[in-house]
């Protein structure tokens, strides 16, 4: 007998997708119907967590600041309460230069709604190289 519901693995992959399909297009519609109504989301750059509406209002604003976004190389990977996605994220500005990052972002997921977000940057290329110390080589 087939099974009555949809696997976990696809339910998790398609949402996967549908995010990151969203935030390429600048939906910030459907990444709101992809949300639960008390989803939250850190971020390892900040080391902070931020709410729905914060997460919301972000890409929202984020839109204005690019002009495109492109989320390649997407290497997802489900478990029975989420999904893993490790990818590339090349960020193109107005003036035509390009940002490219790499990611991951782990998902927790119920009833096919994101529920928590931990999104991890390579942070390299936030960080700022330190000054040499005192009477130490250059």
Not at 51 to 77: F, M, V
Request: proline share 6%.
């Amino acid at each position: 007998m087939p099974p009555t519901t949809v696997p976990t693995d696809r339910v998790h992959r398609r949402v996967c997708h549908a995010l990151f399909d969203a935030l390429e297009e600048g939906n910030v519609a459907a990444i709101d119907a992809l949300y639960a109504p008390d989803m939250t989301m850190w971020f390892n750059v900040t080391n902070q967590v931020i709410s729905r509406a914060d997460s919301l209002a972000a890409i929202d604003k984020g839109k204005a600041l690019h002009r495109r976004r492109n989320y390649d190389d997407r290497q997802i990977h489900t478990f029975d309460d989420g999904f893993m996605a490790q990818y590339t994220c090349e960020v193109v500005a107005h003036d035509g230069a390009k940002v490219p990052l790499t990611a991951c972002l782990v998902a927790e997921v119920h009833d096919g709604l994101i529920t928590r977000l931990w999104e991890y940057l390579d942070s390299t290329h936030y960080t700022r190289p330190r000054a040499p110390r005192e009477g130490s080589p250059s």
